[in-house]
C-alpha cells in the first residue's frame, strides 16, 4: 500500500545533541510537510516543501532545519534539540498542496530530550 | 485569538450516542473544512471534508459548516467504541493547513 512511513518512531536525544528525524512517501507527491504536535495541542506546521523548493514558517525557530534529497524522503533536522522540543513530530504529504487537497500523515516520530 | 478553536474535551458518551464536536474560527478566507480523526499514537487521518457552507454525510458522520458564524461540526450517530479516538477539526488556505487543537471523544461499551 502507498504511504507515509517516519522512522524511527520513538526518538530518544540528549539536550544539545543533534537529531534527524526521516520520511518517506510512495505516494509520488510534490508536497511533503513537517508538523509539530505537543501533547494535547493543535499540529503546528514547521515548513513544507513543493518539489525541491523549500517554505519555512515565519515562527519556526532557527533550531530547526529541512532537506529533501529527492521526491520520495524528507529529514527534520534539529540541530540543538531543547527541553521545550520534545513532542511528536509528523510528516505529512499532499499531491499538489491546493486547499482542497487531502494531507496524508505518517505515524510520527515521538521525540524525548533528556 | 487563536484562527482555530476547539473544546479539547475529553468528551465521554455511552455507546450508540449522538456525538456533537464543534470549532469556531477566525478568518473568514477559509474556504475549505475538514474534520481528522487521530488515534494514539498515530497521525491524523482525514475523516470529512466540506466546501463552503452546507451539510455532507457519510454513513454515521455528517459535516456541517455555517460560514456566517464561522462554526463547524462534526455529527457522529450510533457512537462506537472504535471511535474513540481525538477529532481534530482543520481548514486550509494558501497551502496552509491550520488544525484545532482536538477533542478527546472516549465511547464506552
Known amino acids: 500500500d502507498a504511504m507515509v512511513i517516519q522512522n524511527p518512531r520513538y526518538q530518544v536525544t540528549q539536550f544539545g545533541k543533534p537529531v534527524t528525524l526521516s520520511c518517506s512517501q510512495t505516494?509520488?507527491?510534490?508536497?511533503m510537510y513537517w508538523y509539530q504536535q505537543k501533547s494535547s495541542q493543535a499540529p503546528k506546521l514547521l515548513f513544507h516543501y513543493y518539489d525541491k523548493d523549500f517554505n519555512n514558517e515565519a515562527d519556526t525557530p532557527d533550531n530547526f532545519q529541512s532537506r529533501r534529497p529527492n521526491t520520495s524522503f524528507c529529514f527534520l533536522d534539529i540541530r540543538s534539540p531543547g527541553l521545550g522540543d520534545a513532542a511528536m513530530y509528523l510528516c505529512a504529504t499532499s499531491r499538489d498542496g491546493g486547499d482542497n487537497e487531502k494531507l496524508f500523515f505518517g505515524s510520527g516520530t515521538q521525540l524525548s530530550v533528556l | 485569538q487563536k484562527e482555530v478553536e476547539q473544546d479539547p474535551g475529553p468528551l465521554s458518551v455511552p455507546e450508540g450516542a449522538i456525538v456533537s464536536l464543534n470549532c469556531t474560527y477566525s478568518n473568514s478566507a477559509f474556504q475549505y473544512f475538514m474534520w481528522y480523526r487521530q488515534y494514539s499514537r498515530k497521525g491524523p487521518e482525514l475523516l470529512m471534508y466540506t466546501y463552503s457552507s452546507g451539510n455532507k454525510e457519510d454513513g454515521r458522520f455528517t459535516a456541517q459548516v455555517d460560514k456566517s458564524s464561522k462554526y463547524i461540526s462534526l455529527f457522529i450517530r450510533d457512537s462506537q467504541p472504535s471511535d474513540s479516538a481525538t477529532y481534530l477539526c482543520?481548514?486550509?488556505?494558501?497551502?496552509?493547513?491550520?488544525f484545532g487543537a482536538g477533542t478527546r471523544l472516549f465511547v464506552k461499551a
Open positions: 482543520a481548514m486550509s488556505v494558501s497551502f496552509k493547513t491550520i
Open positions: 505516494l509520488n507527491h510534490n508536497v
